[in-house]
């Protein structure tokens, strides 16, 4: 599996800014997939994960503001980012987890908030 991400960018506070996920290679075995981001020094956070069956699931911190969805056709996920706050600047990484549990991860994307 093949993760291409994109979107990320410099956007000001209570800005939007959306990041797609491309899937390529096996992605008939992907049954989640989704964004984490990871500031310096810190853990690496889930933000938001959906399933192949459309079921999501959000940090608590972006409930609200942030919405994933998936095109199947295009196998690719997104991350709609609303109301931006210059504490979800950081850098974001797509992610994805097959049926037998591997982990796939894209390049990571930049979102820098102003305030």
């Known amino acids: 599996v093949q993760l291409q991400a994109s979107g990320g960018g410099l956007v000001q506070a209570e800005g939007y800014l959306r990041l797609s996920c491309a899937a390529s290679?096996?992605?008939?075995?992907?049954?989640?997939m989704g964004w984490y981001r990871q500031a310096p020094e810190k853990q690496r956070e889930l933000v938001a994960t959906i399933t192949t069956g459309g079921m999501t699931d959000y940090a608590d911190s972006v409930k609200g503001r942030f919405t994933i969805s998936r095109d199947n056709a295009r196998n690719t996920v997104y991350l709609q980012m609303n109301s931006l706050k210059p504490e979800d600047t950081t850098v974001y990484y797509c992610h994805a987890m097959t049926n037998k549990h591997f982990n796939y991860w894209g390049q990571g994307t930049l979102v820098t908030v102003s305030s």
């Open positions: 290679g096996s992605i008939f075995t992907i049954n989640r």
